[in-house]
């Protein structure tokens, strides 16, 4: 089980420390937190950030900030949504190289909007709209409601945008996120297939 909360929130920090009692892991994000309380949360136990660099004031001090703070923090795995909206390509490759590979895990946000047509959605109680352009906001507003990606195209996005080799990435949407919930994984898929003809694919410079 995971929780996501924000640290500067009264009550949290023993909540926090209840959670990891219990087995279950906590997770930092939709936050406002100074410095001392991210490191008061990862003091208590808190070992995630939920999808980095989104879920906090869209206008932040240049330092110290909510997100520079959890991104030095080694203590943190980081989750990243990756569809070109929430985060820039240069934001994402910076964000990998700061974590590393093997504590960065790749989470989509998707909504009921993930795999259909531009249109209209609900979430909840919420409308949505799905532009042609892959991007789920409220309507009529620049502001994001969730995202319409899925994991294959996370982890295709991730390699275009870090330039890591397709094996360096794909364990960022399984084994990485397994290992953090204590999970083992099912297996191990295997298959023929044109490595370099795939890449070509990813890229966007073949069909």
Request: charge should be negative; aromatic fraction near 4%.
């Amino acid at each position: 089980m995971l929780v996501t909360l924000a640290p500067e929130v009264p009550g949290a920090l023993p909540l926090i420390e209840r959670l990891v009692t219990m087995g279950v892991r906590v997770a930092i994000g939709h936050t406002s937190a100074s410095p001392q309380q991210i490191a008061d949360a990862i003091a208590a136990g808190a070992t995630l950030s939920t999808h980095l660099g989104n879920g906090c004031a869209s206008v932040l001090p240049r330092h110290p900030n909510v997100i520079w703070e959890q991104l030095a923090a080694d203590a943190l795995v980081a989750s990243l949504i990756v569809d070109g909206h929430h985060l820039p390509p240069a934001t994402v490759k910076a964000m990998v190289r700061a974590k590393g590979t093997d504590r960065t895990i790749l989470v989509t946000d998707a909504t009921a909007a993930a795999g259909s047509a531009p249109g209209l959605y609900r979430m909840g109680a919420i409308e949505c709209e799905l532009g042609a352009d892959g991007r789920v906001s409220l309507p009529g507003t620049p502001f994001l409601a969730g995202s319409s990606l899925t994991l294959d195209r996370a982890i295709a996005n991730t390699a275009r945008f870090t330039g890591l080799p397709i094996e360096a990435v794909t364990p960022m949407a399984s084994v990485i996120p397994a290992r953090y919930l204590g999970m083992t994984t099912a297996g191990t898929v295997t298959a023929d297939w044109d490595a370099d003809r795939f890449t070509l694919q990813i890229l966007g410079l073949i069909p």
